[in-house]
């Protein structure tokens, strides 16, 4: 190396011997390298500034510098610096940050120029020292701030002889932790910094086995602030408003703001407004936010003309009150805005509701409000704008009450009642958005339209809102008015319809409620002129009605009353409001909603037994009972165990009986159910025993053997009693014993049985009446229907015989027809006669055509016999009876008067 050195040397020498140009340019490079190096710091940055050495002017190339950093005396790092040939001559600076406060320890630096592959020796300049010969354990560095996310190094520096024990950040873990020695006394503690300080600052401790100490770390965030917008409120200045960003968490370092490069007051408020010249134009309005973590700039490019944000109205009054009307007037605190068109809005507010009337002008400083309720407080507030380029509403002002003055009352909403041949006109109480006072009293006012008397005038106090008018009011015209202390309503007129509605004659239809009330609608009226009303009132209780008025366009309504109840059920009616009297359009009845009708509905539940069948009846249910609409019935019939065997149900609500059909001969419970919207209710029951069919029909045997026992007594009675007719019969002359006998027999019966049947059937007439004569009917009766030849034969023959025998005093039947009525016949003419015109009325009623006809024409007895001339037939046996028998009428006679 030595020799090396003496060689180059020698090499230089002789350069120079040889040659100044060429010898200067090489010892020049070789001695280009740093000079006047001064090393200073910021904070934890170190800052190197050299020069070139005069002879590096030579260099016509690029020059490298190499930059060690020494930390400790361990090297930390290493950097390259390149010189251009044109930076060659200057100051060159350099600088760098170290991740160690420089106290913590000494930093030197060290630097030697390269020139093509020369390399010059290093030139190290004095280093930085770090903090010695200290009395007490420190912590570096001292109150710094960063930012929330960054990793940082602190070191602890131990006075000599202390032992380090161990370094911390208060509110971290020990795993972000890591510390390590630097030196013999100085130990670092690398942290990444992942929450801001929740205090001002977080506390970094060190700890040695005789002291401890700390150090104060400021953890936040840069500013975060976002969103400008600028607007004028006085037309002098801009205000503008950001939303201001989280916080920052550094109260060492609080956000500055600046608007247009001026530092705002308030600027946490996230609102900064400063003076300025408002002009027409768009313009870039700037703030900037920084704290010494950061920076950001918000900007809003804006015409300020074009945002005028206006102050609210001051010192709003109602300059005049009316009863309807008012004036309000208020104040500007610009002065500027007396020169824009401003745009106002009035905020009317009584009670829950709400209006908004709306205007516009220049300066604009009053309003006038109108259709207010006389009588009336009111509340008011008002916000403005600019009507040109309108950016937002002013705040409203401070909200202000007036009274309106009072006034004559609304006219009245009347109507009429026809209850109990009574005319009720009824108004409604004014509601006092329609007195406008106080109501002093009513007048009710009624002329007959037909007369032209004097109005007759009564005078009510102000708690009457009805009045019955005598029942001549009919098609009267009632008007009503109100008064209070500012003078009378207008009138309200009504026309009492001339006839009394006869309600019964309307068709009353069927109306569903729902949710307890009524949607109702109608067919329109050409009569209507006026609208419609519709009434409504419980269809059972003596209530006053209620009603609606409905205007001419609308043909539905809903009814709703807070008088509506569960259960009731309503009539309501549409009535078309003409210029005369109402005309009634529809009744409907139905109920607002329906209730569960109470157990126990069906009142003297009976029931009874037909062989296997059971009818349970019970009386009809009355409406008032019914608080929902009975759609039918249901029977359930339950066995001891409880089980339905049976139900039967009816649609029909007119029902009083239900049958189950059969059942087997046990105990049963029988339930009878109402059928409703509501479901099933008003249960009943009855608890029924069924007796045995065979005691049924030993009780049907009996009353048959009964019944036949007293027909036949009856029938033998009157066999009796009809024993002269019976006799004739039965009793002729005929010499043959064999043909009485069997008439005894059976031809008794046969000629009462047609006998009783015509009885029950064709009258009522009392029976003992006239025996004759059905006897006569028999006669008829035997020869038209299909008898036994031989039987037919003989009773044709037996009663042809006697009329032709009293076929000569037909002229006498006129005359002796009346007292033969009498019921006491004294010849066999009178007693034959009559009855066939009897009989006549009795079969034409019948329509027995074919025995009638023979008794309308002429003479009864000519036709008769002509009838009967098909069955002379066998006229051997008529002929031969003629002559045998010529006085078998009196004959007749003496029996009926014998056998009593
Ligand atoms: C440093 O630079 C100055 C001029 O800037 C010069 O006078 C001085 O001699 C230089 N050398 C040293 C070693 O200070
Ligand atoms: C601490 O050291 C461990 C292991 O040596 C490493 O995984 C971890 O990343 C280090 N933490 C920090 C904050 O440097
Ligand atoms: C406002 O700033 C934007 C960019 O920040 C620029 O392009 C624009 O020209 C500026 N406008 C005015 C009126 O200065
Ligand atoms: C105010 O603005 C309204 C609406 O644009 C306009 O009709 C009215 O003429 C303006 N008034 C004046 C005085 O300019
Ligand atoms: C009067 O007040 C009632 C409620 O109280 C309301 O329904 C009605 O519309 C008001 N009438 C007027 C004219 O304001
Ligand atoms: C009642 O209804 C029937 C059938 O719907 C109708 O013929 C009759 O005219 C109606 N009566 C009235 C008064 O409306």
């Known amino acids: 190396m030595v020799a090396w050195l003496l060689l180059v040397s020698l090499a230089i020498c002789t350069q120079d011997a040889n040659g100044q140009e060429n010898g200067s340019f090489s010892s020049g490079v070789l001695h280009c390298g740093p000079q006047n190096l001064t090393l200073t710091s910021s904070d934890q940055m170190i800052l190197l500034t050299w020069e070139d050495d005069p002879s590096c002017s030579a260099v016509h190339d690029v020059l490298i510098y190499e930059l060690e950093v020494l930390i400790a005396d361990k090297q930390a790092h290493y950097e390259e610096v390149t010189v251009t040939p044109d930076q060659i001559g200057s100051t060159h600076s350099w600088n760098w940050t170290s991740h160690l406060a420089l106290e913590c320890a000494s930093h030197s630096v060290r630097l030697s120029s390269r020139y093509k592959n020369h390399t010059s020796p290093w030139k190290q300049e004095q280093s930085l020292p770090g903090i010695e010969n200290l009395k007490d354990l420190e912590v570096f560095p001292r109150d710094k701030l960063f930012k929330v996310g960054s990793n940082v190094t602190f070191c602890c520096v131990l006075p000599v002889g202390q032992l380090f024990s161990k370094m911390y950040l208060t509110g971290y873990e020990g795993g972000y932790m890591n510390t390590t020695q630097i030196s013999n006394q100085t130990y670092a503690l690398t942290v990444h910094l992942n929450r801001a300080s929740k205090e001002s600052c977080t506390d970094v401790k060190c700890q040695a086995h005789k002291a401890d100490n700390g150090a104060c770390a400021y953890i936040g965030y840069p500013p975060g ?220 006012t009624w002329a007959r339209t037909t007369e032209r008397e004097q109005p007759t005038v009564i005078s009510l106090g102000p708690n009457n809102h009805s009045h019955i008018l005598s029942q001549d009011c009919i098609s009267c015209i009632v008007t009503v008015t109100a008064r209070n202390t500012y003078g009378s309503s207008s009138p309200s007129a009504i026309t009492i319809p001339s006839l009394t509605p006869d309600r019964t004659r309307e068709n009353t239809s069927w109306i569903n409620g729902s949710k307890g009330s009524f949607d109702l609608s109608w067919s329109a009226s050409p009569a209507a002129s006026c609208g419609y009303i519709v009434d409504w009132r419980p269809t059972l209780e003596r209530c006053s009605v209620e009603w609606l008025k409905v205007p001419p366009s609308e043909t539905n309504a809903r009814i709703f009353s807070k008088n509506f109840r569960e259960g009731v059920r309503y009539s309501l009616s549409v009535h078309a409001c003409t210029q005369g009297a109402p005309v009634l359009l529809e009744r409907l009845e139905g109920y607002a909603s329906e209730k569960r009708i109470e157990d126990g509905l069906f009142k003297s539940l009976k029931w009874k037994q037909r062989f296997s069948d059971v009818e349970v009846s019970w009386d009809p249910i009355s409406l008032r009972e019914q608080t929902a609409l009975i759609r039918g019935y249901v029977l359930y019939c339950l066995d001891d165990n409880g089980n339905i065997v049976i139900n039967v149900s009816k649609d029909n609500p007119e029902a009083t009986s239900l049958t189950a059909r059969n059942l087997q001969i046990s105990s049963y419970t029988f339930t009878v159910k109402a059928q409703t919207a509501v479901g099933e209710c008003g249960t009943a029951s009855i608890t029924a025993t069924l007796n045995s069919l065979t005691d049924n029909l030993i009780e049907a045997v009996i009353i048959s053997l009964v019944v036949v026992f007293c027909l036949l007594s009856f029938i033998t009675m009157l066999c009796y009693r009809h024993w002269t ?156 009876r003629t002559e045998q028998d010529p006085e078998s009428p009196m004959s007749c006679i003496s029996t009926y008067i014998l056998l009593p």
């Open 225 to 444: 602030d976002e969103a400008l917008w600028c607007e004028t409120r006085d037309l002098e200045s801009v205000e503008c408003h950001w939303t201001v960003g989280r916080m920052t968490h550094l109260s060492k370092s609080p956000t500055v703001y600046r608007l247009l490069g001026s530092q705002c007051a308030n600027e946490f408020t996230g609102k900064c407004s400063q003076k300025v010249q408002v002009d027409v134009g768009e313009k870039n309005w700037t703030l900037t936010a920084e704290n010494q973590l950061g920076k950001v700039e918000l900007q809003d490019s804006a015409d300020l003309t074009k945002r005028v944000h206006m102050f609210a109205p001051t010192g709003v009054t109602a300059s005049t009150v009316n009863a309807r009307n008012v004036s309000l007037n208020w104040k500007w605190t610009v002065q500027q805005y007396n020169n824009l068109n401003i745009t106002c809005q009035v905020n009317i507010s009584h009670g829950e509701t709400n209006t908004i009337s709306e205007n516009f002008g220049v300066g604009l400083n009053f309003a006038v409000l109108n259709d207010l309720i006389p009588n009336w407080t009111y509340n008011v507030k008002v916000r403005c704008g600019t009507t040109q380029h309108f950016w937002k509403w002013s705040d409203w002002s401070p909200s202000v009450n007036f009274h309106t003055r009072g006034d004559v009352p609304d006219a009245l909403d009347v109507w009429m009642q026809m209850k109990d041949n009574q005319i009720i006109i009824i108004w409604k109480m004014p509601l006092a958005n329609q007195s406008h006072g106080n109501i002093i009293d009513y007048e009710v």
């Open 725 to 880: 007719c019976i006799k004739q019969k039965v009793y002729p002359p005929i010499p043959k014993p064999v043909l009485t006998d069997k008439w005894l027999t059976s031809p008794g019966e046969h000629s009462c049985r047609p006998f009783r049947v015509d009885q029950c059937h064709h009258s009522e007439v009392d029976i003992m009446d006239v025996p004759e004569l059905h006897c006569n009917t028999v006669n008829g009766y035997v020869s038209q229907e299909n008898m036994p030849f031989v039987f037919a034969q003989t009773l044709k023959d037996y009663y042809n015989q006697p009329l032709k025998k009293c076929t000569p005093p037909p002229l006498t039947l006129p005359t002796t027809a009346i007292p033969s009525q009498s019921g006491l016949p004294t010849s066999p003419f009178r007693i034959v006669f009559p009855n066939p015109s009897y009989n006549l009325i009795m079969q034409t009623g019948d329509q027995q055509s074919n025995s009638g006809p023979k008794f309308q024409e002429g003479t009864p007895l000519e036709r008769s016999s002509g009838g009967y001339q098909p069955q002379s037939n066998t006229e051997t046996f008529t002929i031969n």
